[in-house]
């Protein structure tokens, strides 16, 4: 079965400093995508970044890049210089060939003024 | 587009009783999704469908739970007889076929007494 797993259920930093979240995925699929989703206290799932399979280079959104180790199945989130309104759960995602979206159990994070 | 337009936004209702959730996907997306969120679970896909049609209903938890997309601009999830276990927020997301992100609605909190 294709799984998404974050081990950290919660995290807390200092503004300004730089914090990642992990994430690893099981798949036999060689061609797949992943995102992180970050969903704020309104509830809403915002896309914060994607990464194709066959890329190798990391993706990267002004504050928020990725380490995409493939063969080690892990897709680590990056927020530097962190700000109050980054506060919210992150849910790492994968998906397959079937294009079904499976979510990870999410990371709560805190940014802390 | 106005994004995913789901209805209603919170919803209470008696153990025992029927609930519709309803679903608009962003026009023209092939794929929705419903998902069901809870602290225990995270996001949990409950089932999906392209092109009206549904693909896997896999994570649909029980026979009481029913889903249909009678076109491509409406869908519905169904409860039926509800329990208080069922309550979550239940989000629906449509997209384009796996190049692109899943778009979210704002989801329905539903609490079941």
């Known amino acids: 079965a294709q799984t998404v797993t974050q081990s950290q259920p919660e995290m807390s930093v200092q503004e300004a400093e730089t914090v990642t979240l992990s994430c690893t995925y099981d798949?036999?699929?060689?061609?797949?995508?992943l995102f992180w989703y970050k969903q704020p206290p309104s509830r809403q799932m915002i896309l914060v970044i994607r990464?194709?399979?066959?890329?190798?280079q990391n993706a990267t959104e002004n504050r928020f890049s990725v380490n995409f180790q493939k063969a080690a199945k892990s897709f680590s989130l990056k927020i530097s210089d962190s700000q109050l309104g980054d506060t919210a759960m992150y849910f790492c995602?994968?998906?397959?060939?079937?294009?079904?979206?499976?979510f990870g159990k999410g990371t709560r994070l805190h940014i802390l003024p | 587009d106005a994004g995913v337009i789901q209805s209603p936004r919170h919803e209470v209702t008696e153990m025992g009783q029927e609930v519709t959730l309803r679903c608009k996907p962003i026009?023209?997306?092939?794929?929705l999704f419903w998902y069901r969120q809870t602290m225990m679970r995270g996001l949990e896909l409950l089932i999906y469908?392209?092109?009206?049609?549904?693909?896997?209903d896999s994570g649909m938890p029980e026979d009481r739970f029913s889903a249909k997309m009678p076109n491509a601009s409406f869908s519905t999830l169904k409860i039926q007889p509800s329990e208080p276990r069922d309550s979550a927020v239940y989000f629906c997301?449509?997209?384009?076929?796996?190049?692109?992100?899943?778009?979210f609605g704002q989801g329905t909190r539903l609490t079941v007494v």
């Open positions: 997301a449509s997209s384009f076929p796996r190049i692109t992100e899943a778009f």
């Open positions: 798949t036999s699929e060689n061609n797949y995508y």
């Open positions: 990464q194709e399979a066959y890329k190798q």
């Open positions: 995602a994968f998906i397959d060939r079937d294009d079904k979206i499976i």
């Open positions: 026009s023209g997306h092939d794929y």
């Open positions: 469908f392209n092109n009206n049609v549904p693909i896997d």
